[in-house]
């Protein structure tokens, strides 16, 4: 799924300054690591990778979140996706 999202993205490549990947946590696999090895094995070299412990009640509190709480700013999203 992640593969096949990332490809169909393929054509806005040269638009994309950075990605950033927000994932829940998951106690059966090391979730940082599995999007860590998948962006190196696409040559996405400009990614930032932000696990959160608990699942949201939807993308507006994810950025909400992302944006007061970690090392992510406003600035740094408007960024990423200009």
Known sequence: MFEWSMISLDG??????????IAMKDESVDV??????????????????????????GQATTINIVITDCNI??????????
């Open 12 to 21: 806005c490549k040269i638009d994309i300054n950075q990605y950033i990947f």
């Open 32 to 57: 940082k690591t599995f999007l860590e090895n998948k962006c190196k094995s696409m040559n996405i070299n400009n990614y930032h990778v932000i696990v959160l412990d608990y699942l949201t009640d």
């Open 73 to 82: 700013n406003e600035q740094m999203l408007k960024k990423a996706i200009s």
